[in-house]
């Protein structure tokens, strides 16, 4: 690589399905090269309560359980990374490697890898596919098909 010439980012955005596993493995198979930077990122949506439930419930407590189910969510995407990543240095890849959690606020989370992406001027983003077919997409939306229309950079799609 020419000195001063940046790495190629490539992100992979994962969660706990065996699509994401097959996606991360053809991407190391297929993909990830020696002088990529990947960056592993799972995001995951805050949990909201009611207006209902702030007037029922109590508040602190409402607090704890949204701090608690944080703390969880984020240990166990750092695990699943750092597994993804581990697997991905024993095959060989020796591209550098980067896990990150996404909280979302407001957004949606397809949204947030939209914005995850231009924000680090990704090359390239690699997801599964649960395969949902037409009707699944209709009705629960496919974040892989989102991720095609609104990322600026070329998305591989793994089928699984």
Excluded at 2 to 10: H, M, N, T
Excluded at 102 to 110: A, G, R, S, T
Excluded at 136 to 151: E, P, T
């Amino acid at each position: 690589m020419a000195e001063g010439k940046q790495k190629r980012l490539v992100v992979v955005a994962v969660d706990a399905s065996q699509y994401s596993k097959d996606a991360w493995e053809w991407g190391v198979d297929n993909i990830f090269q020696p002088n990529d930077l990947v960056h592993v990122i799972h995001v995951y949506d805050k949990p909201r309560f009611s207006f209902g439930q702030y007037l029922t419930q109590n508040y602190k407590k409402l607090l704890e359980m949204s701090a608690e189910y944080e703390k969880e969510v984020t240990e166990i995407s750092h695990k699943i990374g750092a597994e993804l990543i581990a697997k991905a240095k024993a095959k060989g890849c020796k591209a550098e490697y980067v896990s990150k959690v996404l909280e979302v606020d407001e957004d949606d989370p397809k949204e947030m890898i939209v914005k995850y992406v231009a924000k680090n001027k990704a090359a390239m983003v690699v997801v599964g596919t649960r395969g949902a077919g037409a009707m699944g997409r209709a009705f629960h939306g496919s974040v892989s098909d989102f991720l095609v229309h609104s990322c600026h950079c070329p998305v591989v799609v793994v089928k699984h």
